[in-house]
């Protein structure tokens, strides 16, 4: 594991419980009702996902996770940070639902070769990660022939605005980091390090991780509650359906 993805799993192990509780009142109403954190546009290309293999990368709150789960899948849960994972198994238990947990880096997944009839991943996961193909191309390999897979990811066109309440640019759109950040935990202040890939980034790292682009939206222009500039009017989520050839 390289050194910017050795601090961002230090910083999640210790903010898990604190981000946790965000969700603590929806990952059972994901798993009750999939439509709670899954789009429509994802729900249609997923079609029905009963008795089949789906292994959601960089699973995070594993919203995604409960709502794959309630809709019959056998799920596999992989996330960097070990205490993220501790806390949606406890859920598991407590709901008696059978999903693996699986603590890994996505650039390196210890799965064999066409494993899953489906990935999913998204929501704020490639941001992470250091190296886009080589996180795609994991995904990739470890899908079966035939195989789904699904990336819905905040659209990069938000990621390059200051945290202020006039629209003022911070980034580049092209200025792919690394970008310093840090944790605030009650204990101490940790760095953390940002990626900010383009739409061009996304669809060539899958393209060339062996999947063919079936589908590409951009959809959704509400402002997010956690966002300090109003964004309101752009695109907010990036979904890219790929195949496995």
Not at 47 to 67: M, Y
Not at 109 to 117: A, R, T, Y
Not at 210 to 220: D, K, S, V
Request: charged letters at 30%; hydrophobic letters at 40%; aromatic letters at 12%.
């Amino acid at each position: 594991m390289n050194e910017y993805h050795e601090a961002n799993k230090r910083g999640w192990d210790a903010t898990a419980e604190k981000w946790q509780k965000r969700v603590e009142k929806l990952w059972r109403k994901a798993y009750e009702d999939p439509k709670t954190v899954l789009s429509e546009l994802e729900l249609k290309y997923l079609g029905d996902v009963k008795g089949k293999k789906a292994c959601v990368l960089g699973s995070g709150d594993n919203l995604v996770v409960f709502a794959l789960a309630g809709m019959g899948a056998k799920v596999t849960s992989v996330d960097i940070s070990q205490k993220q994972l501790e806390i949606a198994a406890k859920r598991a238990k407590e709901i008696g639902v059978n999903i693996e947990f699986v603590q890994a880096d996505v650039v390196d997944l210890p799965f064999k070769d066409e494993s899953f009839d489906i990935v999913y991943t998204g929501g704020h996961v490639a941001v992470w990660v250091s190296n886009l193909e080589k996180y795609y191309s994991e995904a990739c390999r470890i899908l079966k022939r035939g195989g789904l897979f699904i990336v819905n990811e905040y659209h990069p066109f938000r990621r390059i605005w200051k945290e202020s309440d006039k629209l003022e640019m911070e980034f580049p759109y092209f200025d792919r980091g690394p970008h310093k950040y840090q944790f605030n935990t009650s204990k101490e202040v940790l760095p953390s390090y940002e990626f900010h890939w383009t739409v061009e980034d996304f669809v060539m790292a899958m393209l060339k991780g062996g999947c063919e682009l079936i589908a590409l939206h951009e959809f959704g222009d509400e402002r997010e509650w956690w966002e300090v500039a109003n964004l309101e009017g752009l695109p907010r989520c990036l979904l890219l359906v790929g195949r496995k050839k």
